[in-house]
């Protein structure tokens, strides 16, 4: 490698961005990583824009350029460990922090990321003995409260410890102190003090909702384009120009807090199922398109784009992800916006969205931190709002695509497993298998925000959460017509 090799490569690929065109930056970003020239950081820059871009093989050899180059810094260790544990590869995330030595490194960032990683896995024991070792030795991390709150670590003595850390961890403000509020709110709920929990919830959503503005006209132009020229027979008309095989996807979708974790656990449980994640690959399609509508896809279309090369380009990002020829489940939240694009392109693809009474779905969704995105999540009459566009997008996609789209109430699923679990195989082209009634037994990776409740047996527990909290919801129901009162 050459100096002026290594200057045109590192131009190239800064062009490239400035081009927004994911294939050239993709492009550009192997010819660094090959020349492997003197980065420093900037290798994490280039991992992260090859993580966005679902190129995680690419951005895992950028990562490796950053540490050799830095003798296996601790600090890139633990970057390393980050984006393996991002992409589901927690066995390699583990392998990075062992050798990370405690003595070099901060200790309570090394237990908090053990624990999140054990609590992903689903071994619940070694959560909480790393995430108590968190909240010990950095009492002002409001994540790792929150972290621990969520697979009910807090005991009476860390719960004192926990309020002794209010001044410490609130004054760091922003998302650390939002989260520190969520964590002493989930336990007010658990002691059935609804009314402090409730005041509690708020003060921290009010903090992101600060940071994460929601623009709603925004999110109705959106989905004024998700649904604008998507007709059955504009959707047959594409699915005329594919000629690949089936792929390997089975979409599921809903709200979230909906049931979808729940449901991705009972496909994933068959055995001729990988497994699945909330993967949201078809954002990267509509980038290449162009945008939402039909006349979008038409354009692209007319451009030289072509059906099979949107297909390739998902099995493609579905193999960076869950490498295979087994089945994977999508499970991509609030699908409406893309699912013109999705019956487009695998009219073979089976689509269950998860529908729940919107009450509980709100109050479940306003209580829970979101790590990232969800604008709209952080106040009740911001939350009607989504769901009045939900609902819209709901209505357009079941009356365009009929019978592709199974429809499962999350009530239904919860009280009568025994019946929507095979009509939810079914619909799939699975048969069912009966340990998908007992999905809480497969020890899989679970990343979302239901990651406790999916280790539990099928049960009705989220059925009416709603109902401490409804006398206090009134925005909600004033912006959502009423209808879920």
């Known amino acids: 490698m050459t ?9 190239n690929f800064k062009s490239a961005l400035e081009s927004r065109d994911r294939a050239s930056v993709n492009k550009a970003a ?31 050899r950028a990562l490796a350029n950053w540490a050799a180059e830095s003798g296996g810094a601790p600090a890139v260790l633990y970057e390393q460990a980050g984006f393996h ?5 927690h066995d390699e995330s583990e392998r990075l922090l062992q050798r990370i030595p405690k003595d070099r490194f901060d200790p309570a960032g090394l237990a908090y990321l053990r624990g999140t990683i054990a609590t992903n896995a689903g071994r619940m024991d070694d959560a909480v003995e790393s995430l108590r070792e968190a909240v010990t030795l950095n009492p002002a991390s409001g994540h790792s409260w929150l972290a621990l709150s969520m697979v009910n670590g807090i005991d ?12 410490a961890a609130t004054q760091r403000g922003g998302e650390e102190a939002a989260t520190y509020y969520y964590a002493v709110a989930r336990l007010m709920h658990r002691h059935e003090r609804y009314d402090d929990a409730f005041r509690t919830f708020e003060r921290g959503a009010a903090i992101v909702a600060a940071l994460r503005p929601y623009d709603r006209a925004a999110q109705e132009a959106t989905a004024s384009r998700a649904i604008s020229g998507w007709s059955s027979d504009s959707i047959r008309r594409f699915n005329g120009q594919a000629s690949n095989a089936a792929g390997r996807q089975i979409f599921v979708t809903g ?12 496909l994933a449980a068959n055995s001729r199922v990988q497994g699945g994640a909330e993967l949201s690959l078809l954002r990267l399609l509509h980038q290449d398109v162009g ?30 992800r869950a490498p295979g020829d087994a089945l994977v489940v999508d499970k991509t939240l609030a699908l409406g916006s893309s699912i013109g694009l999705l019956a487009a392109v695998f009219p073979d693809a089976p689509i269950v969205w998860l529908r729940r009474d919107p009450a509980d779905c709100a109050w ?17 009459g911001d939350i009607a709002h989504f769901f009045t566009i939900e609902d819209r997008l709901f209505a357009h996609w079941t009356e365009v695509l009929k019978d592709r789209v199974l429809v499962v109430p999350y009530e239904g699923l919860a009280s009568q497993p025994e019946e929507w679990v095979p009509r939810i195989s079914r619909h799939a082209g699975l048969e069912m298998e009966e340990r998908q009634l007992t999905p809480h037994l497969e020890e899989r990776v679970v990343s979302t925000a239901s990651v ?24 909600f129901f004033d912006g959502y017509g009423g209808q879920a009162g």
Request: aromatic share 8%.
């Open 85 to 89: 544990a991002r992409a589901g590869r």
């Open 30 to 60: 192997v010819e660094l990583i090959d020349l492997a020239p003197r980065l420093g950081t900037s290798w994490r820059s280039i991992a992260t824009v090859l993580e966005r871009n679902g190129e995680h093989g690419q951005s895992f």
């Open 291 to 320: 945008g939402l509508t039909s006349a979008d896809l038409d354009r692209y279309l007319t451009g030289g784009g072509s059906i099979d090369g949107l297909r390739d380009l998902y099995r493609h990002l579905l193999d960076e």
């Open 255 to 266: 709200l979230p807090r909906s049931g979808t974790t729940l449901t991705e656990q009972i």
């Open 364 to 380: 479940s969704i306003f209580s829970t931190y979101f790590l990232r995105g969800m604008n709209w999540a952080w106040s009740l």
């Open 3 to 11: 100096i002026d090799a290594a200057n045109r490569a590192l131009a």
């Open 156 to 167: 009476d003595a860390f719960a004192d410890r926990m309020m002794d850390a209010e001044e």
């Open 452 to 475: 406790s409740q999916v280790r539990e047996p099928i049960n009705r527990k989220g059925i009416d959460s709603s109902a401490p909290y409804r006398d206090k919801m009134q925005p």
